[in-house]
């Protein structure tokens, strides 16, 4: 029988651990090592046992969550996943989590709806087990299964591929876990004049925006957090607003995005598979796609729905992925063209789009 994933659940609510320890018990491949009340108390845990995964709140009392995240990263490297309520002030917080080393930021399940808790439970119980198979870093002071839904209950699969002839390229990006440096990665290595792009990199809501405003003062593109709407144009990134899907759409020859809502799609909203399928239909053989580090299969299955439709795709190399997950599945489908470690993925798209 295979080794369960231990965790120790960090958070002054005791409501708070309790909800967590019931999602986290419920999965037969995670067991609740123990919980604390503070980092103190959490200390004194890890002392006796050190755990496979931390869960940890940001505002708790004595020390808060950032500065024991980075207490741990910096001398003993435990993966970590950030438990926040996400409020607009607390996003600034969570990007700074994710420099000190968190592998996951997760949305902290909501009381009273059944709907919600169980989607909540999902995606926890997902961030545990991707955190147990990250490779964490030593950084420095800078730095009960739901069904698993496919891309059909957003969007058919392409029929066709016949389309009005441009020449305009777009690429597609999609990433989960360890996404966020890597994507941070990528688009600081593009030209100001690089071709449209659209992100979908798994994150949950009240985050993608502060993500996105802190990508956009790095990069020499812009980097915008989609609207519903928006045009897909040379020098700027669009990235998927968290908890809601992303579909490129094209009229004419211009290519634009559909925010939409509806259910879990690989476990996920945004779905990576839910952009690649548009992207195949939309853009076919003038859509360049690039899957990143990341847990599960999710664009797996559109990764190569796109290269029947004759688009171009590059997968993120083992050896520089958090988790070779996606990429992994991505290639074991076939629908992956070129395998590039993470720093050549830049030069690689620059190069396929001319």
């Known amino acids: 029988m295979a080794k369960k994933i231990r965790v120790l659940i960090v958070d002054d609510s005791a409501?708070?651990?309790?909800?967590?320890?019931?999602?986290l018990s419920s999965d037969p491949q995670i067991e609740v090592m123990s919980t604390a009340g503070d980092p103190f108390i959490a200390a004194e845990r890890?002392?006796?046992e050190i755990p496979d995964v931390i869960t940890l709140d940001v505002e708790m009392p004595r020390m808060d969550g950032i500065t024991f995240l980075h207490k741990i990263m910096s001398q003993h490297p435990i993966p970590v996943v950030m438990c926040s309520?996400?409020?607009?002030?607390?996003?600034?917080?969570?990007?700074k989590a994710l420099e000190y080393g968190a592998v996951e930021i997760i949305q902290k399940p909501r009381m009273g709806t059944k709907g919600f808790l169980e989607e909540s439970r999902v995606r926890i119980c997902d961030a545990v087990k991707a955190a147990s198979q990250a490779r964490v870093r030593r950084v420095t002071a800078n730095r009960a299964v739901a069904p698993k839904l496919t891309a059909d209950v957003i969007m058919d699969k392409p029929r066709s591929h016949a389309m009005m002839q441009t020449t305009e390229k777009v690429v597609v990006v999609g990433a989960s876990t360890g996404g966020t440096e890597a994507l941070r990665i990528f688009l600081e290595s593009l030209p100001a004049d690089s071709p449209g792009i659209v992100i979908v990199q798994h994150m949950p809501e009240g985050f993608t925006r502060a993500f996105s405003q802190r990508l956009d003062g790095l990069c020499r593109i812009s980097v915008k957090e989609a609207a519903d709407n928006d045009t897909v144009v040379r020098g700027r990134a669009l990235i998927a607003p968290g908890n809601h899907h992303l579909l490129l759409k094209r009229s004419g020859a211009r290519y634009y995005v559909e925010v939409k809502d509806g259910p879990l799609v690989s476990r996920h909203r945004p779905s990576v598979d839910v952009l690649f399928r548009s992207a195949a239909r939309y853009a076919g053989k003038n859509a360049v796609g690039v899957i990143m580090t990341g847990m599960g299969d999710d664009g797996a299955h559109g990764m190569l729905e796109m290269k029947e439709a004759g688009a171009i795709n590059i997968a993120q190399d083992e050896a520089s992925c958090i988790v070779f997950?996606?990429?992994n599945e991505a290639i074991k489908l076939g629908g992956v063209d070129h395998i590039r470690p993470l720093e050549a993925i830049s030069r690689e798209v620059i190069r396929l789009c001319g």
């Open 325 to 327: 997950g996606m990429p």
């Open 15 to 23: 409501v708070v651990r309790q909800t967590m320890s019931d999602i």
């Open 85 to 95: 309520s996400l409020t607009e002030k607390g996003s600034e917080t969570a990007l």
């Open 46 to 48: 890890i002392r006796e």
